[in-house]
């Protein structure tokens, strides 16, 4: 009897002293195919996972998967995923508005111009203490929190609606990446296999995904870093670099 209650306290005081922890969902990869072209798509469920990454602790650029996923290593953390983060200036600074660690780093760029960033409505891809967001620039509000955030363009979907700008069946094709949020606040980043136009890229985030908003991130140079696909892009000298741990 004695040793049968001595083993009902152990059992008590180890239900005691387990402490409950965070565990995210598990994200979903896969690789699909939409209107004649295929797309590695990488869909984060909690987005306490996505950090943004420019430069190192020395001052730096990272500029590609390989050398970040060195650095965090070192720190006992690896990159689940990630794909370059948006434009860029010749000398690798992020091109609009860059905030990383709460820190702005670039200030937002509201001027007119041209090219695909300056393509209105652009937009920023934001994380705060509520989530992910994707929001138009000119809606974008600098008072609230924002963790990490970077601006580019064109908006791919406004309010569920493809950008006006984009034609159905355009020869305007290329290597195209971009972030859309689902209805679930879910984060899905997307890149294309093929040469592929603004429309069914487009079309991708709002019919595949039942995206409300959508951003562009970049074309021709997009590369991405998806192990659970076994797919990671070498090379590459980028700006911004979003990554999943």
């Known amino acids: 009897m004695r040793i049968l209650w001595l083993a009902w306290v152990v059992l008590l005081l180890s239900c005691a002293n387990t402490t409950p922890t965070h565990t995210a969902p598990a994200n979903v990869a896969e690789r699909i195919s939409f209107r004649n072209n295929t797309f590695d798509v ?3 469920l909690d987005h306490r996972q996505i950090r943004f990454f420019w430069k190192n602790k020395e ?3 990272y500029a590609n998967f390989t050398n970040l996923n060195t650095e965090l290593r070192t720190e006992r953390d690896s990159l689940l995923f990630a794909m370059n983060g948006g434009m860029y200036m010749p000398d690798r600074s992020p091109q609009g508005l860059y905030i990383e660690g709460g820190k702005t780093l670039q200030k937002i760029d509201t001027q007119k111009g041209k090219g695909n960033f300056y393509m209105k409505p652009n937009g920023i ?8 967001k994707v929001v138009e620039t000119s809606k974008f509000d600098q008072s609230a929190t924002t963790l990490f955030a970077t601006q580019s363009g064109p908006m791919l979907l406004i309010d569920g ?15 195209r990446n971009g972030v859309g949020i689902a209805d679930d606040g879910s984060v899905i980043f ?3 296999n093929e040469l592929v136009n603004f429309y069914d890229f487009a ?11 959508a951003l562009y991130l970049d074309g021709f140079v997009s590369k991405c870093h998806l192990p659970e696909l076994e797919r990671s892009d070498t090379g590459g000298n980028f700006g911004v670099i979003i990554g999943v741990l």
């Open 161 to 175: 609606a493809i950008h006006p700008a984009f034609n159905e069946g355009s020869k305007n094709v290329h290597i």
């Open 59 to 61: 001052g730096e650029h």
């Open 42 to 44: 990488y869909q984060v």
């Open 190 to 192: 997307a890149i294309s």
């Open 203 to 213: 079309s991708l985030f709002k019919e595949k995904y039942g995206c409300q908003n």
């Open 125 to 132: 891809f934001l994380i705060d203490n509520e989530g992910a």
